[in-house]
């Protein structure tokens, strides 16, 4: 076959990593006998990638592969879905859970082209695996053979609502009815997972979005009392090592957003926060928002990446049920020999799902190198993932069981294995299936039952992925 092969990456992470991986990948392309057209340098941006594209045009493609090396978001995806009519595959390179900097997050990057094609109403094949993976020759016949189309296999019902913890279930309906969702900034090009229509929320479960301009943030940040600051980072260096180490005016700044979310927090009666953390926290204020919004949720006031409204509102939920903070997450690995998972973002953990095993430490962001992050293990024990999906355009209460193991850190930051109530093989092709968001939440504790009633209360399906 004549395969158009697009290779796409972004500079902010391992740059000599992502082209070793990216070689490797297509020296077993070659090693098919396919005839492989396109370019083999990485493409970093749209208008790279655009230009790869017109040359694409010109050929007559059997099949269209994007090659997901690092993390991107999915605008570059659709793109190449709408104007290339051959059929589309995806291989994205898992990585090493070393220790250190997750170097390329490709799967992320997978599980958003997923969710962006599928509510586009694209089919596409997938694959996960390393270019020097067991099988990898199979695997990659099987992909331009059609064989590994991305199909729904989740296990979807209508519960209804009852169910013998009426109390907590009925206290989860009266906080999501009169939930103030606070929304900072806009959720990032290309992040469909992040979108939200405030109506239809309203219509969902009753709650509603208070919109806040990021500038607005920032000047709250920016005219916090020193005394007050002071005060904060002292309380902080208790419970957090490290604070020395990290570059002290960025920490500073840090703890100012901080105080600024607190403030929008009390004053506009927000109960979970949608922050859009990146780039301009970093470009134009100067810090990382990620240690910040996980003392947020330290307080109890869930605070959700990249402006993700139905995050923020998943998040929520599971603190409601659980009594204690719950946590907003991206899936960063499955990986079927292990039969684990790996959670993971930057460092938003709140200190109360801290190992004990892995003290608290003050780090700084893996890609833009700026404090204030937590860095820690995930502490071991049962959890529950929830999250409201919008996935193929229908909301549904999305759940799944688990069991966070005792395990060292994969990835600096936060971070966390866990061995889903499903094989990680089923896992992954129910996310990719059905196209899921790339974030869901979770709290430690059994709450299916709960979230299940929760779902038929709301009158929405149920879709069990573990």
């Known amino acids: ?18 082209e070793a991986q990216a070689a490797a990948a297509f020296a077993a392309l070659d090693a098919t006998g396919h005839d492989l057209v396109g370019p083999r340098g990485l493409l970093f941006d749209a208008a790279a990638t655009r230009e790869a594209l017109a040359a694409l045009k010109g050929e007559a493609l059997d099949r269209v592969l994007v090659l997901q090396v690092t993390f991107t978001d ?11 009519t051959a059929p589309l595959l995806l291989w994205a390179v898992p990585e090493p859970r070393a220790g250190g900097r997750l170097r390329l997050n490709a799967f992320c990057g997978l599980n958003l082209a997923a969710h962006a094609l599928k509510l586009r109403g694209k089919d596409f094949g997938w694959l996960y695996a390393a270019p020097d993976s067991p099988g990898l020759d199979e695997s990659l016949a099987l992909l331009v053979s059609g064989g590994l189309a991305a199909e729904g296999r989740g296990v979807e019902d209508r519960p209804d609502a009852t169910f013998v913890d009426a109390k907590a279930v009925a206290g989860v309906l009266k906080r999501l009815g009169n939930a103030r969702i606070g929304v900072v900034g806009e959720h990032p090009l290309g992040f469909d997972t992040c979108a939200y229509d405030p109506d239809a929320m309203a219509r969902l479960c009753g709650a509603s979005a208070e919109r806040i301009e990021l500038p607005a943030l920032f000047d709250r940040a920016r005219a916090a009392d020193p005394g007050r600051i002071a005060a904060v ?32 927090a009390r004053e506009k009666s927000l109960d979970a926060l949608a922050v859009r953390c990146w780039p301009e926290m970093f470009t134009e204020y100067g810090c990382a928002a990620c240690g910040p919004m996980a003392m947020m949720n330290g307080a109890k006031v869930p605070a959700a990446c990249e402006a993700d409204v139905y995050g923020a509102l998943s998040a929520l939920v599971l603190q409601e049920l659980a009594g204690e903070p719950s946590l907003l997450v991206d899936l ?83 971070s966390g294995v866990l061995r889903f109530d499903a094989d990680a093989g089923t896992v992954a092709e129910r996310i990719m299936g059905e196209g899921l968001e790339h974030h869901f939440a979770f709290a430690y504790g059994e709450w299916r039952p709960q ?9 929405l399906p149920v879709l069990e992925i573990a």
């Open 1 to 18: 076959m004549r395969i158009g092969v697009l290779p796409l990456a972004r500079p902010t992470f391992d740059v000599p990593f992502a």
């Open 74 to 84: 999915a605008s570059m995806t659709c793109v190449i879905a709408e104007e290339l």
């Open 233 to 264: 980072r002292a309380e902080t260096a208790t419970r957090l090592g490290g604070l020395d180490a990290v570059d002290q005016e960025q920490l500073d700044r840090s703890l100012r957003v901080f105080a600024g979310l607190s403030d929008l």
């Open 332 to 414: 960063v690995d499955l990986d079927p020999a292990s039969d684990t998972g790996v959670v993971w973002h930057c460092g938003l953990a709140p200190l109360t799902m801290a190992d004990p095993s892995t003290p608290p430490r003050a780090t700084i962001h893996s890609n833009r190198r700026m404090p204030l992050l937590h860095e820690f293990a995930l502490k071991p024990g049962r959890i529950t993932a929830a999250r409201f999906t919008q996935a193929q355009g229908r909301p549904r209460l999305m759940i799944a069981g688990a069991t966070m193991l005792q395990a060292p850190m994969s990835f600096t930051g936060t």
């Open 451 to 459: 979230l299940r009633a929760v779902a038929g209360a709301l009158g």
